[in-house]
């Protein structure tokens, strides 16, 4: 028996107009990621592997960013209007079935989509997600009679009667794909909004004997559709406890997820603590019994086993186990730490490379440099990489020990083994062994 295809179409193309803002709407974030990328990865997850989007011209502009096809709606006219563009560019398929929602419901999971997929069966024309709220609500109402589902009724067309129910229509269907068709073709536009509405689908096909299987969802948060920046803000705190809740539950100790902002797509390792007032981003990594905040900051990171990132901030950089990081430092731009390396107090660390051991306890900026095993960086030391003109490199051997308030300036090489008197401002390279003072630095007597 062939497999059914199943396609999905994903409504985008409303203008926003009450985000106030030049950004198409489903391309606001919540939790880094843009509202529309939820949608989809929610679909996929639940087998939908074609989709097209109903766009408008902004938001077709960045589509393809999604890996999904686009057709642009060129007038507003109505949520079946939409639906007859995306089938028009879609060929027929007369045994398929089209899953359709709209791209402004990031809280919509995999499971919904799932749930609706299975109702529509040999005997169901449509199902469709609905689910009882709170009254007064700006959702379409459920008509039913006789306990099954006659009509959708929108609310500006709503009676008072009809505004009394509290089953609403979530906009998220799954149809067989022929009688979706017959049906967006007769819509007509006789509502208060003058527009064809892709709810007269649920009584055109109830009149032609079709049955419709409602499919309510527990929850009412889960079709929370974004208007507004306010619903924005509660979409993402519900969206950040969900991924705090799943990392909780794979063995992460969260203090106050109300407190900690996380991103999906995350590798938190087991017995890893996170305190509040704490971020992580960007599809970091980050090991077992790490130890990460209060007040810090990651982004797009590696850390290995038994790191410890306290009150700081730490970009687009690596480091190794059982190294410590804080209070009060900042580590940048393809930052590599090595195992067993200590960053302290206000210390930056850019584009540098630090091998195992190294230290920095102290008010220190390393900038551009290569440091090898076990080197002590003192308090006070500057890398001086930049002559005005480019960025230069400082390295720094092994067992080096820089004194307080040094400057290096680069490009230099200190060998391994050597030694910086405190205050020096280094200018020369310094050979394996050798101690340097003063400003200009210049050798010491041997021992």
Not at 66 to 77: D, P, R
Not at 228 to 255: F, K, P, W, Y
Not at 302 to 321: I, K, M, P
Request: aromatic content about 4%; some cysteine.
């Amino acid at each position: 028996m062939a497999k059914v295809k199943i396609r999905a179409i994903v409504l985008a193309a409303g203008k926003g107009t009450r985000m106030k803002s030049t950004t198409a709407k489903v391309l606001h974030g919540l939790c880094g990621r843009p509202m529309l990328w939820y949608v989809l990865r929610a679909l996929r997850a639940a087998g939908v592997k074609d989709i097209t989007v109903v766009t408008n011209p902004q938001l077709q502009e960045r589509i393809g960013e999604f890996g999904v096809a686009g057709v642009v709606q060129e007038e507003q006219l109505g949520t079946g209007h939409a639906v007859r563009i995306a089938l028009a560019a879609m060929p027929p398929d007369a045994s398929g079935r089209v899953l359709i929602t709209y791209a402004d419901m990031p809280l919509a999971g995999e499971d919904i989509f799932s749930a609706v997929l299975s109702a529509q069966d040999a005997s169901h024309a449509l199902a469709l997600v609905t689910a009882r709220v709170a009254l007064p609500s700006n959702f379409g109402r459920i008509v039913r009679r006789g306990g099954g589902v006659e009509r959708i009724v929108e609310v500006r067309d709503a009676t008072s009667t009809e505004l009394a129910i509290d089953e609403v229509n979530a906009g998220i269907y799954a149809f067989e794909e022929a009688a979706l068709r017959d049906a967006v073709a007769r819509l007509r536009n006789d509502n208060a909004q003058k527009e064809y509405y892709l709810t007269d689908t649920i009584a055109d096909l109830v009149r032609a004997g079709k049955a419709v299987m409602p499919v309510v969802t527990a929850d009412p948060i889960d079709i929370l559709g974004i208007n507004d920046r306010a619903e924005l803000a509660l979409a993402r705190s519900e969206m950040n406890i969900r991924l705090c809740a799943q990392h909780m539950r794979d063995g992460v100790t969260i203090v106050n997820p109300l407190s900690t902002s996380l991103e999906p797509e995350l590798q938190i390792g087991r017995d890893t603590i996170i305190y509040p007032n704490s971020s992580i981003g960007r599809l970091s990594e980050i090991g077992e019994r790490c130890t990460i905040g209060p007040n810090s900051r990651l982004s797009n990171v590696r850390l290995g086993n038994d790191v410890t990132v306290f009150e700081s901030t730490v970009f687009d950089s690596s480091a190794g186990d059982r190294t410590s990081i804080g209070p009060y430092a900042h580590i940048r731009n393809e930052s590599q730490l090595g195992e067993d390396v200590r960053i302290g107090n206000f210390v930056e660390v850019k584009n540098s490379r630090l091998a195992r051991g190294v230290k920095a306890s102290h008010l220190t900026y390393l900038g551009d440099a290569e440091i090898g095993e076990e080197t002590n960086i003192g308090a006070g030391t500057i890398t001086c990489n930049y002559d005005g003109k480019r960025k230069n490199k400082t390295k720094i051997g092994r067992d080096v020990m820089i004194g307080s308030n040094t400057s290096l300036i680069a490009p230099i090489t200190i060998g391994d083994g050597a030694l910086t008197g405190a205050g020096s401002v280094v200018t020369k390279d310094v050979r394996p062994g050798q101690r340097v003072a003063g400003n200009p630095a210049k050798p010491l007597p041997d021992k």
